[in-house]
């Protein structure tokens, strides 16, 4: 077998770069048009407000959770910066766990159709690093605007401000510091932890991929399977409790038992979506001669089946909730339904990852050819995408937030520079593995 090289050429360079300057211009334009000062949610929020107290007649407690913040606001445009940051900041953050997670979880199975494309989502993985640095970058400056539990008023009892909802849960946040909650230790801590450990799995993980190339044998292929099934048992829990931490405390008020699932399976079908449109791009290029039409069926699959799933655990959730009409749980769905700057995305949600994926890849052709690829995957990046978009910008912006320029240019500068990571890293080894002891199960893969 003929080893192959990335060539990360200086044409691809040039081009990613433009699209970064792009992204990087749209969101300066985007900003500027931002208004500085005045009511953020709009008329169709306390419209909203309104509905959630007259008809679901919901409690005090309920409807304070969607004012809360107007007294802690700043200018739109800082609010709408660090949403739109912190969005891009879990989404990609995303991309590179789960191309660990995949390059693991083939492992531990002791898969071998899989064996020639592990490069590609072993390099996604090296984001991480920088992903950790982002998200403490921007916790360190934006964490009063994006969480409203970090406010230190909200604790103080008998204050004006005092939630004891919010004040509940202050040991999952500031522990140790019960008595005088100032720093949340514990969250800053956890955060840390989790990049801590996803990191030094990758680097390992990495690291005997790269040995097995030179010395071959069976030693680092079960060495890996050992340290993927470990990580796996670690991923399940930090995967979970970041889900809980970055996206599910911006509503503080509201919980459900099955958001750790929720956001990994839209982490999941995204980096699926991800891993497979780079392998098509490296097909057309001339790349990963040892893949065919099998294994883009098996990838196809892969997008397929757990589309459905994202739609499964989605709808198992709002269910639930709209079954037991209990105004705490509804009032979540109900600004993301109802307000006319969400509303459009919540069913454009499921369209881009439901409907469409079903119906594209339903048959067995579509999972085979390179150009129905090329149509899904882009549709099912940019519909999880509007899926993190929706979990977040409503908890931080009520009924302010829109799609526009800043959210466009934002995504465009965060992918393209998660793109260049990627392409960089896929040129310090080679793009297929010389001596995976199970390759040739996956030259001779057939379905």
Known sequence: MTEERFDFTPGAKKTIIIYLIAGIILTIIGLATTGSGGDHHGGDGHAVVDM????????????EA???????????????????LWINNVYFTGFAIIGLFFVAIQY???????????????????????????????????????????????????????DAIIAGKKGYFFWPMHDNPTVPVFFIA???????????FFRWIRREMFAEDINGGTAHWY???????????????TSSMAAWDWILSIDTHWFSTMFGWYVFASWWVAGLAFITLTIVLLK??????????????DLGKFIFAFSIFWTYIWFGQFLLIYYANIPEETVYFIERMTSSNYSWVFYTNLILNFFLPFLLLMTRDSKRHLSFLKLVCPIVIVGHWFDFYLMVTPG?????????????????????????????????APLVARNHPLMEESLHHHI
């Open 52 to 63: 959630v107290d007259n008809q679901l007649i919901a409690s005090t407690e309920a409807v």
């Open 66 to 84: 969607i004012k809360a913040d107007d007294e802690h606001s700043t200018a739109p445009w800082t609010k709408r910066l660090y949403t739109n």
């Open 108 to 162: 531990a199975a002791s898969a071998g159709w899989s064996a020639g494309i592990k490069r590609i989502p072993i390099a996604m993985a090296a984001w991480l690093p920088i992903a950790g640095i982002l998200m403490l970058v921007v916790w360190i400056f934006g964490h009063h605007d994006i969480f409203h539990w970090t406010h230190t008023s909200l604790y103080n009892e008998g204050g004006a401000d005092y």
């Open 190 to 200: 956890r955060l840390l932890i989790f990049f801590g450990l996803w990191y030094i």
């Open 223 to 237: 060495k890996m399977r050992k340290l993927s099934a470990i990580f796996l048992i670690i991923f399940a829990v």
């Open 284 to 297: 057309e290029a001339g790349y990963l001669k040892v893949v065919d039409s099998n294994h883009l069926h």
């Open 396 to 428: 931080v912006m009520q009924f302010g937030g829109v799609v526009g320029l800043v959210e466009v240019g934002l995504f465009l500068v965060y992918g393209a520079a998660f793109i260049f990571i990627t392409l960089n890293a896929l040129t310090k």
